[in-house]
């Protein structure tokens, strides 16, 4: 079992449709991250979050949205997304941001399927 | 930016063999860290070092963190089926790197 929590595990939505995914975890941890994976490929980081703040934005589509209410919780808000961004979304945290090399925890991810 | 070469890419291997694999990079990290990945599952992390030289042991999974920092193995030893999936390294500075991973698949 997993103590980065995902939710949903499966996400079918259409090019127009609006929808959110949801990451909880509750160890304590300053840092959480979003990554993309495509199949049969390593996770690819788009957003970390440092302390509620967004410290990286590794370049993504502004159709991708995070957002970081409170220390525990981080979503992933979609919207007019496009076939090429089916994957499994992947949540993670660590024990702080910095370079201390604390390892990230992830989550199983939500697998999404855009139409 | 930074790249991790991880091999082999995949592996066919009899159960009770052991099994070896590696991840070398062109840079220096101060921390490496081997996941194992199950179908519909995140990445699980097996194994986390955080010194050149170090060599850490979690059940019958060895991993070493390479004495110039620039590359790491993982060693399995009596494989059984359930060690299928997909291995990746992963290598931090700043942030995480990956390797392109394992693919370990295991004969009974």
């Known amino acids: 079992d997993t103590e980065v929590t995902q939710t949903p595990k499966h996400l079918v939505m259409g090019m127009t449709n609006k929808k959110s995914l949801k990451c909880e975890q509750h160890?304590?941890?300053?840092?959480m991250y979003w990554y993309k994976q495509k199949a049969k490929k390593p996770p690819e980081l788009m957003f970390v979050y440092s302390y509620e703040k967004l410290s990286i934005n590794e370049s993504v589509p502004s159709r991708f949205s995070p957002e970081c209410p409170n220390s525990s919780l981080l979503n992933l808000h979609l919207h007019a997304l496009q076939p090429e961004d089916s994957a499994l979304y992947l949540c993670?945290?660590?024990?702080?941001?910095?370079?201390?090399?604390?390892?990230?925890?992830f989550g199983d991810g939500t697998r999404l399927s855009i139409l | 930016g930074q790249q991790l070469n991880q091999s082999p890419q995949s592996m066919f291997i009899q159960e009770g063999e052991d099994v070896s694999m590696n991840c070398t990079s062109s840079?220096?990290?101060?921390?490496w860290l081997w996941y194992k990945q199950d179908p519909g599952e995140g990445p699980v992390l097996l194994i986390a070092l955080y010194k050149a030289g170090e060599l850490t042991s979690n059940g019958r999974l060895t991993a070493q963190f390479g004495i110039t920092r620039k590359d790491s193995f993982l060693n399995i030893s009596a494989s059984i089926p359930s060690d299928v999936g997909i291995y990746f390294c992963a290598g931090r500075l700043d942030m995480l790197t990956f390797g392109g991973g394992t693919r370990l698949m295991v004969k009974p």
């Open positions: 160890m304590g941890h300053r840092a």
């Open positions: 840079s220096i990290f101060n921390t």
């Open positions: 993670a945290s660590s024990q702080d941001p910095g370079g201390a090399g604390q390892p990230q925890h």
